[in-house]
């Protein structure tokens, strides 16, 4: 019976303190290296959605501009309904203008797509150190007025870094300042404009944006630049119509001549 004992005795000894302790160490590793394993893994994913987040802003506001601009519009007159007024104080550009970029409230309505558009550059809220894009939409033409209340803006964002819009005649020479109403560039409106920026996320990583707008209405479409060339046109005509009187009367008079 004291031999029995024994020997089961013997068969049920536990773990030593070093089998313990190894167990222990190797389950720490495996725990460590899963650890580090998702955290890296969350982070890439976070990092991934961020950067997506990010191009998917950068490209809507890229678009917003360019077809804002692709649509902008003057006609020359007198009570200077339209307009075109960019200035860049301190690297924050103010962009007014009018255009064809009205999207109707409602697929019936009876709306004008001509509209009067203002882009503006302010402060982030609160700590941060990004600046906020702003944009307002008129729809109706109501001449230029300068924009100092923030009522009727729409925040595109707040993550921006820095913003440049330039116009150009040529391609060549490209302006951050104009206005339709001042001697330089009087009536006038550009060929192409250049919108470059930067977003930055709340870890400091940021995104360059670019963008060219070609600007099909770039002719003034005044009335009188109209009625020039109606009028010139109308005096081709009557030369014609006089050159072609004179070869029938120097045709009749050398039929009588043969006569």
């Not at 999207?103 to 882009?119: F, M």
């Not at 913003?163 to 104009?178: C, H, K, M, P, V």
């Amino acid at each position: 019976m004291s031999i029995s004992t024994h020997s089961l005795r013997k068969n049920q000894r536990g773990f030593t303190l070093i089998e313990l302790m190894m167990a222990v160490l190797i389950l720490a590793v495996i725990g460590s290296y899963t650890g580090s394993t998702l955290f890296a893994t969350f982070r890439t994913h976070r990092l991934i959605e961020e950067k997506t987040n990010m191009n998917d802003v950068g490209t809507a506001i890229s678009l917003r501009l360019s077809e804002d601009l692709s649509q902008l519009f003057f006609v020359e007159s007198y009570q200077k309904l339209t307009y075109l007024k960019l200035t860049d104080t301190g690297g924050r550009p103010t962009l007014q203008l009018t255009a064809f970029s009205h999207a109707p409230s409602s697929p019936g309505a009876r709306e004008s797509d001509e509209c009067e558009l203002t882009y503006k550059v302010d402060t982030g809220s609160g700590e941060a150190k990004t600046l906020r894009l702003l944009r307002k939409e008129q729809p109706y033409l109501d001449g230029f007025s300068e924009e100092n209340d923030m009522e009727g803006f729409t925040q595109l964002t707040d993550r921006l870094s820095q913003i440049t819009i330039e116009l150009s005649e040529d391609g060549q020479t490209w302006q951050t300042a104009w206005d339709s109403a001042s001697p330089a560039f009087m009536n006038k409106i550009p060929k192409l404009a250049r919108i470059t920026f930067e977003l930055e996320n709340e870890d400091g990583k940021k995104q360059f944006f670019e963008s060219f707008v070609e600007i099909p209405l770039s002719e003034n479409l005044s009335m009188s630049s109209q009625t020039t060339a109606s009028q010139g046109n109308s005096s081709q005509n009557g030369q014609s119509g006089s050159g072609a009187q004179n070869n029938n009367q120097n045709n009749s008079g050398e039929q009588n001549t043969n006569e």
